[in-house]
C-alpha cells in the first residue's frame, strides 16, 4: 500500500499561480504512475493529469492544457502540480492518486485505475 499526501492547498485570486506537491511513502518504489484529480462541489471527480515514472510522459486534461503542469521528483519521491493562471473554475479538492507497477497512464486519468488516494486537499480561487 501506498501513502500519498498532499500539501496545503490554499485560497487565491484568479490569475494566481500555486503549486500542490504531493509526497510518497510506503511501497512507493512499486509505483508508476502518479495523477492529480480534482473534486468540484456538485460535479463530478475530473482527472486533471498524470505522470509516469517510466518514462516521464504526461498528460493533461484539456481543462487545464497550457496552465497547469505535473512532475516528478524520484529522489524525494514527490509529484507535484504546478498551476498557472488559476481560474474561478479550478476551485476544487484537489487529490493525488498511485497505483502499481502494471498501471500506465496514456491520457488524461481515470479515477477507477488508481487504488491509492490522498487525503485531498481544498484550493479556491476568488477575487
Known amino acids: 500500500q501506498v501513502q500519498l499526501v498532499e500539501s496545503v492547498g490554499g485560497l487565491v485570486q484568479p490569475g494566481d499561480s500555486l503549486t500542490l506537491s504531493c509526497a510518497a511513502s510506503?511501497?512507493?518504489?512499486?509505483?508508476?504512475?502518479i495523477a492529480w484529480f480534482r473534486r468540484a462541489s456538485g460535479k463530478e471527480p475530473e482527472g486533471v493529469s498524470c505522470?509516469?515514472?517510466?518514462?516521464?510522459?504526461?498528460h493533461y486534461a484539456d481543462s487545464v492544457k497550457g496552465r497547469f503542469t505535473i512532475s516528478g521528483d524520484n529522489a524525494r519521491k514527490t509529484v507535484y502540480l504546478q498551476m498557472n493562471n488559476l481560474k474561478v473554475e479550478d476551485t476544487a479538492v484537489y487529490y493525488c492518486?498511485?497505483?502499481?507497477?502494471?498501471?500506465?497512464?496514456?491520457?488524461?486519468?481515470?479515477?477507477?485505475?488508481?487504488?491509492?488516494w490522498g487525503q485531498g486537499t481544498q484550493v479556491t480561487v476568488s477575487s
Open positions: 492518486a498511485a497505483d502499481g507497477p502494471m498501471l500506465y497512464c496514456d491520457g488524461p486519468p481515470k479515477a477507477a485505475d488508481f487504488g491509492s
Open positions: 505522470i509516469n515514472r517510466s518514462d516521464g510522459s504526461r
Open positions: 510506503g511501497f512507493s518504489f512499486y509505483v508508476n504512475s
